[in-house]
């Protein structure tokens, strides 16, 4: 077919031109003696991202989901008990993980479209004054749903019922794309991955580590190998890997990085904004829900979108691919054939969300959703024509 194949799935997302150049190259030799010339500055830049400050982060071989069990079986042992909460794909897969793991779940079921509850956590952590829950979880954005959850909320209730229990977050599809503050916050464990808000293929697990996670590692005893931390911080420290790193990445994550330091994390977060709400205020003019119960929910990286009974959401998105090579995202689990939902995060501007919601538009019209044709678009268009860009100067 003629002309661009669009992708608006919430990652992996587009990879912008100078990335893609920065991986095109010959392979290396990761036992050189320049090659820490590459990997300390990367371990370093990575840090500015998370916002940590006096921890460490390690960049791992393996999609996201690999840095979630590095988090959970260095800095954990078996047994002990965590809090966890499930209200989409990705947060249950979490717990999943964790029981699998062998650790002792308190999970909290909540409604899919909320996140995390707050007011359930400070109960729990308020009750145990024997200080047996040993790490909070909190998916600060769940993907499947599009719902942003409160991570100061989380340090806020851990502080007020002066409890020491670690603070794990997924940031998988929100660190680098929207707000996150691992210092100030007080986070121990903080994943992502590179294909969503860093912009590269799928292949590097970031997880960045407080001081506090990094003392944890050392009595923790759960059994790990390819993810050890003290293998890693062995190889590390020199500018190397205890294995074959994903050099042609590494360079991308250069790449990467210098495209975000030169937006600046501020102009990058209030993108993200407007673009998102250009999405939400289509979303109303076709006269359909988020899947997010409330705005305090929105997600500013994706939008998953109800469509109205009857119509199966699952069509919509092939039918978009199939006859506008446009891909969107389908309904998971408890959503399947329920949602659609737009990715709206990374290399991203106003041309193409609008492009991502002309695709959307016909899809749906297509499949039998009545809307008036242009609602969407035009409702974005105002919108972007009435909000202007801050451009905000990095400290
Ligand atoms: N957590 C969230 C919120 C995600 O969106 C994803 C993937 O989409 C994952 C975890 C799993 O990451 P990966 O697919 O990179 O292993």
């Known amino acids: 077919m003629a002309g661009f194949t669009h992708l608006f799935i919430p990652g992996p997302t587009n990879i912008p031109e100078q990335v893609r150049q920065a991986m095109n190259l010959p392979m290396e030799d990761m036992r050189a003696a320049s090659f820490p010339?590459?990997?300390?500055?990367?371990?370093?830049?990575?840090?500015?991202?998370?916002?940590?400050?006096?921890?460490?982060?390690?960049?791992?071989?393996?999609?996201?989901?690999?840095?979630?069990?590095?988090?959970?079986?260095?800095v954990l042992s078996p047994g002990d008990r965590v809090l966890m909460s499930r209200f989409g794909q990705f947060s249950h897969l979490w717990v999943d993980m964790a029981e699998r793991l062998g650790f002792e779940v308190d999970v909290i079921d909540c409604e899919w479209g909320t996140g995390?509850?707050?007011?359930?956590?400070?109960?729990?952590?308020?009750?145990?004054?024997?200080?047996?829950?040993?790490?909070?979880?909190?998916?600060?954005?769940?993907?499947?749903?599009?719902?942003?959850?409160?991570?100061?909320?989380?340090?806020?209730?851990?502080?007020?019922?002066?409890?020491?229990?670690l603070l794990f977050v997924d940031g998988v599809s929100s660190i680098g794309s929207i707000d996150f503050r691992q210092e100030e916050w007080?986070?121990?464990?903080?994943?992502?991955?590179?294909?969503?808000?860093?912009?590269?293929?799928?292949?590097?697990?970031?997880?960045?580590?407080?001081?506090?996670?990094?003392?944890?590692?050392?009595?923790?005893?759960?059994?790990?190998c390819f993810f050890s931390f003290e293998d890693m911080i062995r190889a590390n420290d020199a500018g190397y890997f205890p294995y074959t790193p994903a050099t042609q990445l590494l360079r991308g994550l250069r790449a990467s990085l210098d495209l975000i330091a030169d937006e600046g994390l501020g102009n990058i977060f209030a993108r993200h904004h407007r673009l998102a709400e250009g999405v939400?205020?289509?979303?109303?003019?076709?006269?359909?829900?988020?899947?997010?119960k409330a705005p305090k929910w929105h997600s500013d990286t994706v939008s998953a979108i109800l469509v109205p009974e009857g119509i199966d959401s699952g069509d919509v998105v092939k039918h978009a691919y199939?006859?506008?090579?446009?891909?969107?995202?389908?309904?998971?689990?408890?959503?399947?054939?329920?949602?659609?939902?737009?990715?709206?995060?990374?290399?991203?501007?106003?041309?193409?969300?609008?492009?991502?919601?002309?695709?959307a538009e016909l899809?749906?019209?297509?499949?039998?959703?009545?809307?008036?044709?242009?609602?969407?678009?035009?409702?974005?268009?105002?919108?972007?024509?009435?909000?202007?860009?801050?451009?905000?100067a990095e400290a």
Not at 149 to 154: K, L
Not at 329 to 351: P, S
Not at 366 to 381: E, F, M, Q, R, Y
């Open 37 to 74: 010339d590459l990997t300390l500055p990367l371990f370093e830049d990575i840090k500015k991202v998370f916002k940590n400050e006096t921890g460490r982060a390690f960049i791992y071989p393996s999609s996201g989901t690999g840095a979630w069990e590095a988090a959970m079986t260095n």
């Open 116 to 165: 995390v509850p707050l007011e359930l956590y400070a109960e729990r952590l308020k009750a145990d004054k024997a200080h047996r829950i040993k790490a909070i979880f909190c998916t600060q954005n769940e993907t499947a749903t599009g719902v942003t959850s409160d991570v100061a909320g989380c340090r806020a209730i851990l502080d007020d019922a002066n409890h020491p229990a």
């Open 322 to 359: 199939q006859k506008y090579q446009t891909s969107l995202g389908g309904g998971l689990n408890k959503v399947f054939g329920k949602v659609f939902r737009i990715g709206h995060l990374g290399w991203l501007n106003e041309v193409m969300v609008l492009a991502s919601l002309s695709a």
């Open 186 to 224: 007080g986070v121990d464990c903080a994943v992502s991955g590179s294909q969503k808000g860093f912009m590269l293929p799928a292949g590097l697990g970031f997880l960045s580590v407080s001081k506090k996670a990094l003392v944890a590692s050392r009595t923790a005893t759960h059994r790990r």
């Open 280 to 292: 939400r205020k289509a979303v109303d003019a076709w006269g359909l829900k988020l899947c997010a």
């Open 363 to 392: 899809a749906l019209l297509d499949c039998g959703v009545k809307l008036a044709p242009g609602s969407g678009v035009g409702a974005a268009i105002a919108h972007f024509r009435r909000s202007q860009q801050p451009v905000i």
